[in-house]
């Protein structure tokens, strides 16, 4: 890192100070864990291994079409992000990867940009493409779609956009690509359902063709929003029927935010891994529809039902089962460093408490058809505070106790204040 970061004096006194709570803490969970048949040494080991993909996009400042408040010291420039998701991963152990978005992240360099990233420990994960929005001297609008245009050219446009994100995501280390497309309709009657969605399939298909050998391609569905009345990649039922007929290498990524209220997310889930289509998931939080908040913050039972259906695929050795996680958040009015290291906390508890989940004691509940017990079994794990094991995970892989207050205490935001001044008209890559 050129400028500020945080010391390893720093993160040890910090540590220090919060040493032996977290130890007198650890070892009472221990024992009451114990007392259930559980190891908290392989636990803790298990919530070590896991991490999340922060997405670049996810460090500046977030919006409304309304408007955007730019925070201080916010990333100018790719390297800038390098610097604040390395901070992250550095505090919190949790996020090794980052998931780029093209054109946002546009570098002339992508060998020494992914240097830069392995220097700070970092890799990169599923790579996203953008065919959303118009950029400067860009041959064709996408207003009206992109992968499915009525019209060829538009569509050629997407789908070499698609490719060349592949060429970069290869010198960047990745092996998948993010495909979500803003196409659908505003009126009844504007759009031929069926065309449309045929002409999806057949831009797909040579998306399909350029992957190598070992990549994957992630489907990513969505109810509605910019479009309003219809969407061409709506559910997940149009997403599996995409990608059983695309073929093995493409599989759904779930964006807990693109569903209609009330769904049952963590059952859409299970159907997907059923059917070896699960790809990975965009986490995030919302209350009213793709509020991209933060992971956890609104519905945590809700995510630790995804987390329980993940973990009875993973034991039972569910077939292409291999999901990418990353997350898709808009950070509007926190700094995009502290939301970040809370969801990638939450997502760790969620994780945790399934893999606590008494999965002789439920199976034997649901078949003597016995709804209650069946219940209480989840609530047992959903209601175990496992604080104390992703703190000992975090510590022993060399992060902070106390992430958010270690973060505080650091002063970072104010080093990056003076250090980053801020450019006319930036957005941070933020829509
Ligand atoms: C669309 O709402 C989405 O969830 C897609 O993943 C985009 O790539 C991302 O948001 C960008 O903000
Ligand atoms: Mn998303
Ligand atoms: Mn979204």
């Given at each position: 890192?050129t400028?500020f970061?945080?010391?390893e ?15 007198e803490d650890f070892a009472a969970?221990s024992r ?8 908290s ?6 919530v ?12 500046g400042?977030g919006?409304?079409r309304?408007a955007?408040f730019?925070g ?5 420039h ?9 901070t ?11 998931s ?7 570098t002339?360099d992508y060998a020494?940009l992914?240097d830069?990233?392995?220097?700070y ?7 996203n493409s953008?065919?959303f929005q118009?950029q ?6 996408y207003k009206f779609?992109?992968l499915?245009?009525?019209d060829?050219?538009?569509?050629a446009q ?16 990745s ?10 309709s505003?009126?009844?009657?504007q759009?031929?359902l069926?065309?449309?969605?045929d ?7 040579e998306?399909?063709a ?7 391609v992630f489907l990513?569905h969505?109810l509605?929003e910019p479009a ?10 149009t ?6 007929e ?5 599989q ?16 859409i ?15 995030n ?5 793709d509020?991209d908040?933060?992971?956890?913050s ?5 995510l630790f ?7 009875d ?5 569910a077939?292409?089962?291999?999901p990418?996680?990353?997350l898709?958040?808009s950070?509007n009015?926190?700094?995009p ?8 906390i939450?997502?760790?508890?969620a994780?945790a ?13 649901q078949a003597?058809?016995?709804?209650l ?5 989840l609530?047992?794990?959903?209601t175990?505070?496992v604080s104390?094991i992703?703190a ?5 892989a060399?992060g902070?106790?106390a ?14 204040t ?5 450019v006319?008209g930036?957005?941070?890559?933020i829509v």
């Amino acid at each position: 890192m050129t400028g500020f970061f945080i010391s390893e004096d720093l993160l040890q006194s910090e540590n220090a100070a919060r040493r032996s709570v977290l130890d007198e803490d650890f070892a009472a969970l221990s024992r009451a864990l114990a007392r259930r048949g559980i190891d908290s040494e392989t636990l803790t080991r298990s919530v070590m291994a896991f991490g999340v993909a922060i997405p670049t996009w996810g460090v500046g400042t977030g919006g409304t079409r309304f408007a955007r408040f730019p925070g201080p010291g916010e990333p100018r420039h790719l390297f800038d992000k390098l610097e604040d998701c390395a901070t992250i991963h550095r505090l919190s152990r949790a996020t090794p990867t980052l998931s780029p978005h093209f054109p946002w992240d546009t570098t002339s360099d992508y060998a020494a940009l992914r240097d830069v990233a392995a220097g700070y420990g970092l890799a990169f994960d599923a790579v996203n493409s953008n065919t959303f929005q118009d950029q400067p001297n860009q041959a064709h609008s996408y207003k009206f779609g992109s992968l499915s245009h009525v019209d060829g050219a538009v569509r050629a446009q997407a789908i070499a956009h698609n490719i060349d994100c592949i060429t970069i995501g290869r010198q960047l280390g990745s092996e998948a690509l993010t495909v979500w497309i803003a196409d659908g309709s505003n009126f009844a009657g504007q759009s031929n359902l069926t065309q449309a969605f045929d002409r999806y399939l057949e831009s797909m298909a040579e998306i399909y063709a350029a992957l190598p050998g070992d990549w994957r391609v992630f489907l990513e569905h969505k109810l509605y929003e910019p479009a309003f009345y219809s969407t061409v990649v709506s559910d997940w039922g149009t997403s599996l029927a995409a990608a059983q007929e695309l073929g093995p290498k493409a599989q759904c990524l779930v964006d807990l935010g693109h569903h209609a209220p009330n769904v049952n997310i963590e059952q859409i889930v299970a159907r997907l891994i059923r059917f070896g289509k699960l790809g990975g998931f965009h986490f995030n939080d919302s209350k009213y529809g793709d509020d991209d908040l933060d992971a956890g913050s609104i519905e945590p039972f809700r995510l630790f039902l995804v987390f329980n259906e993940l973990i009875d695929a993973e034991l039972r050795g569910a077939k292409n089962f291999a999901p990418a996680y990353m997350l898709d958040q808009s950070h509007n009015v926190t700094d995009p460093i502290e939301s970040l290291l809370q969801s990638a906390i939450e997502l760790q508890r969620a994780y945790a408490q399934a893999l606590i989940v008494d999965r002789a004691g439920l199976a034997v509940a649901q078949a003597a058809n016995d709804a209650l017990g069946a219940h209480l079994e989840l609530k047992r794990a959903f209601t175990t505070d496992v604080s104390p094991i992703l703190a000992m995970a975090r510590l022993r892989a060399g992060g902070a106790i106390a992430p958010i207050e270690t973060y505080r205490a650091s002063n970072y935001r104010k080093h990056k204040t003076s250090e980053r001044p801020p450019v006319a008209g930036t957005s941070a890559g933020i829509v």
